[in-house]
């Protein structure tokens, strides 16, 4: 595709609870508009449609790929129907936003990449904090130094489900289920981002329902004397926090998945003698930032590839953290 200097037109394939929150963002972007949704009933389609002021209805996700008008489309649906909705969306020429995790496997998240590659059209995963100004703000003390030397990256991501959703796709390991996917895909991404590179052994255990993993907690040890450590779940309390810790500071969020609140994204940093700084990023809406950043890649005629090299840095690493807890023992990682 060409330069494109017109908003990005946008259809969504599917009509989870998430759909919703991602579909308000790219009517609220400056350079994004909703223009279509698909469903595999035509008459659920048509009631989101009106409930979200969305002109275009379809009975089928193939018939948004179908319609010439739409440039980009957001895949809320569960992840082991990613692979086929990606690959076909990229064979019509569109654009892919897809919710994480990015795919059953890495084979899968691969495939995927590899079409949208040949297509020329950007894939991106679904993670938002990474596009919040709070989270380039976050990382200027671990690349100027003020951390001093990188050692442990610590993160937690979790909430506690009162009555067990049965029909969700989480409860289910052929759609791609569990905590490790849903929720520590975020701990892994983080600390990948802060260490800037992946690790080279892991090791996970957790506790199982239904062949999920209710809980996970993972363990990854990089070159040059690192550490990271994570724990998610679906069974305890709502945590969301980070921790970065060098030799003379560490960085703590609290929330960095999501701001606790939206008007005052926080962080700190403390050192020896306790709080060192405060600090309060503004406070856009991430959703929105992650769409807006997107049609930039979209608008600007070249993919950026960072993106779909992260996801799949990501999916590598939590493919390992899985295979060892299944195993019962540490995996090393292959580059």
């Known amino acids: 595709m060409g330069e494109v200097e017109s908003a990005i037109r946008w259809g969504v394939l599917g009509t989870a609870r998430i759909a ?45 790929l179908d319609d010439p008008d739409i440039d980009a489309v957001y895949i809320p649906l569960p992840p082991s129907m990613h692979r086929e909705w990606t690959i076909k969306a990229a064979e019509a020429g569109k654009h892919v936003l897809c919710e994480k995790p990015l795919a059953l496997n890495l084979s899968e998240a691969t495939d995927m990449a590899d079409a949208c590659r040949q297509h020329n059209v950007q894939l991106m995963d679904g993670v938002m904090w990474l596009h919040h100004p709070r989270a380039a703000q976050m990382h200027q003390p671990i690349e100027d130094g003020t951390l001093g030397t ?20 989480r409860l289910e390991r052929q759609y791609g289920g569990g905590s490790l996917f849903d929720l520590g895909w975020y701990c892994v991404g983080a600390t990948l981002w802060a260490f800037g590179e992946s690790p080279r052994r892991v090791y996970g255990t957790a506790r199982y329902y239904n062949d999920i993993d209710m809980a996970f907690s993972g363990l990854m040890w ?41 008007d005052k994204p926080r962080y700190w940093l403390h050192n020896a003698s306790g709080l060192l700084a405060e ?20 608008q600007s005629g070249t993919p950026d590839v960072r993106w779909t090299e992260a996801s799949l840095n990501t999916q590598r690493i939590c493919d390992a953290l899985d295979q060892s807890a299944r195993a019962g023992e540490p995996v090393d990682v292959n580059p």
């Open 279 to 298: 600090h309060r990023s503004e406070p856009p809406i991430q959703e929105v930032c992650m769409i807006e950043d997107f049609c930039k890649i979209v």
């Open 20 to 64: 919703t929150k991602v579909g308000t963002a790219i009517q609220a972007a400056e350079n994004a508009q909703l223009d279509a949704i698909g469903s595999r009933s035509i008459e659920r389609a048509a009631e989101w449609a009106n409930d979200y002021d969305v002109s275009k209805r379809y009975g089928s996700y193939q018939h948004v």
């Open 222 to 262: 990089f070159d040059n004397d690192r550490m990271a450590s994570f724990d998610c779940a679906f069974d305890t309390e709502m945590r969301r926090w980070l921790e970065v810790a060098g030799t003379k500071a560490s960085l703590v969020c609290d929330d960095f998945t999501r701001p606790w609140d939206a």
């Open 150 to 169: 990188l050692r442990r990256v610590t993160s937690a991501f979790s909430f506690n489900w009162d009555e067990l959703p049965h029909g969700d796709f």
